[in-house]
């Protein structure tokens, strides 16, 4: 069936309920909608409220798409459609179903479970051999319980029970916090009634592990992707790994070591995409590099996921950057980029860029 790409990626805050979208996370969606392009075939549709230029609109040819592939206006929404959404949510669901698409969503309870942190975190303790990296909290007592021997100079990060991309967290040092980190906390706590405190870990590498559920099979490993982050540790783009040589010891153990998780999720009956984020972190007790294999579960599609499409239709190994524009290594000789989103959106510019390099 053809298929209706919906691009609520902001799914978690919809996880957490009565969510507001503030404007300018509306324009950051709307300029979003191009990630989709990755997977889209010239029979499927996107969502994009938004006048996107003719220019990009004919340039979708060198990729087998037609200009119509965007759908502006809700009454052109063709009916019967395959609907697929950036993550499964109530609001998605009204979307699909207000318009006639065919929505089948795996039970919500069981998503909002598997996106959130205390999830996660229980699973990650239960079913690896590695060191116990996060704490859930109920209190703030309970936080400053995990601050109190802490060095002066340890790092961690405190994250809501439904969080992405960087999102929806606050950074510290030592054992204090400032009374606007409290606020935050106490804030989250009143929301979601949990956060997960944990040690800021000396970042080597990061993979997305990109599996997906269909009912009566078993999972399938789609593609495994060099994540890439900036130095707050948000999302900069995906990087396929060289298929001409085989991967580091490590990804593999981390690919293995997801498996339960894919296992466990399809027996609650999950399905549909799910990436998982690993690291490789130095542990300076050690003095050794280590793996955490479940470091992030998204129960949802991911940018890494996106990305893999990507390189399939390019047939080549390559890197999927989102970032400012243009890029900081513009001024290097024999640069290529393939710009992968249009310049402008109703005739403002796009601040939020994807290109192919």
Same mark, same amino acid.
């Given at each position: ?9 902001d799914f978690?805050?919809?996880l ?5 979208? #503030?404007a /300018?996370?509306? @324009?950051?969606i709307?300029?979003m909608?191009?990630?989709?392009l990755a997977?889209a075939?010239a029979?499927?549709?996107?969502w &994009?409220p938004?006048?996107i230029?003719d220019?990009?609109?004919n340039?979708?040819?060198s990729w ?7 759908i ?5 929404? $063709?009916?019967?459609m395959d ?6 949510s #109530?609001?998605a669901i009204e979307f699909?179903?207000q318009?006639?698409l065919?929505?089948? $969503?795996p039970?919500? *309870?069981i998503?909002?479970?598997a996106n ?10 239960s079913?690896?051999d590695?060191p116990?990296?996060?704490?859930? &909290? +109920?209190s703030v007592d309970?936080v400053l319980?995990c601050l ?10 405190? /994250?809501?029970?439904?969080?992405h991309a960087?999102r ?8 204090q ?11 989250r =706590?009143? +929301?979601?009634?949990i956060?997960?405190?944990e @040690? ?6 990061e993979?997305?592990?990109q599996?997906?559920?269909t009912p009566?099979?078993?999972p399938?490993l ?5 994540l890439l982050?900036d130095?707050r540790?948000q999302?900069a783009g995906t990087?396929?790994f *060289?298929q001409?040589?085989p #991967?580091?010891?490590w990804?593999q153990?981390a690919v *293995? ?9 399809a027996d609650?009956g999950y399905?549909g995409p799910?990436?998982?984020?690993s690291?490789?972190y130095?542990d #300076?007790v050690?003095n050794?590099s280590?793996?955490?294999?479940l470091? *992030?579960i998204?129960?949802?599609w991911?940018?890494? @996921?996106?990305a893999?499409?990507?390189f399939?239709k =390019?047939?080549r190994?390559?890197?999927?950057r ?5 890029p900081?290594?513009?001024h290097k000789?024999?640069?290529h980029?393939?710009s992968t &989103? $249009?310049?402008?959106l109703d005739?403002t510019?796009?601040?939020?860029r994807?290109?192919?390099e």
């Amino acid at each position: 069936m053809n298929r209706f790409f919906f691009g609520n990626f902001d799914f978690e805050e919809q996880l957490q309920g009565h969510f507001q979208r #503030p404007a /300018k996370l509306e @324009r950051l969606i709307l300029e979003m909608a191009s990630c989709w392009l990755a997977i889209a075939d010239a029979e499927d549709h996107i969502w &994009c409220p938004g006048e996107i230029p003719d220019q990009f609109l004919n340039s979708l040819s060198s990729w087998n798409l037609p200009p119509s592939l965007f759908i502006r206006d809700a009454t052109q929404i $063709p009916r019967g459609m395959d609907f697929v959404p950036w993550g499964w949510s #109530p609001a998605a669901i009204e979307f699909g179903t207000q318009h006639g698409l065919a929505v089948n $969503p795996p039970p919500l *309870d069981i998503v909002r479970l598997a996106n959130s942190r205390e999830y996660s975190v229980s699973l990650e303790a239960s079913l690896t051999d590695s060191p116990v990296f996060a704490t859930l &909290c +109920r209190s703030v007592d309970e936080v400053l319980a995990c601050l109190q021997s802490l060095p002066p100079e340890t790092k961690w990060v405190i /994250k809501a029970n439904w969080s992405h991309a960087g999102r929806e967290r606050i950074l510290g040092q030592g054992s204090q916090f400032t009374s606007s980190a409290s606020a935050w906390i106490t804030q989250r =706590l009143a +929301r979601d009634g949990i956060v997960s405190w944990e @040690r800021w870990l000396q970042r080597e590498a990061e993979i997305g592990i990109q599996w997906h559920i269909t009912p009566g099979q078993p999972p399938q490993l789609n593609a495994v992707t060099d994540l890439l982050v900036d130095p707050r540790g948000q999302y900069a783009g995906t990087r396929a790994f *060289d298929q001409t040589a085989p #991967p580091p010891d490590w990804v593999q153990h981390a690919v *293995d070591a997801t498996r339960p998780a894919i296992f466990d999720l399809a027996d609650r009956g999950y399905f549909g995409p799910i990436g998982i984020d690993s690291m490789r972190y130095f542990d #300076p007790v050690t003095n050794t590099s280590l793996t955490r294999p479940l470091q *992030d579960i998204n129960a949802r599609w991911t940018m890494g @996921r996106l990305a893999a499409g990507w390189f399939e239709k =390019l047939t080549r190994a390559a890197t999927w950057r989102h970032g400012p524009w243009p890029p900081a290594e513009a001024h290097k000789s024999g640069s290529h980029w393939i710009s992968t &989103c $249009p310049e402008y959106l109703d005739g403002t510019p796009v601040t939020h860029r994807t290109w192919l390099e």
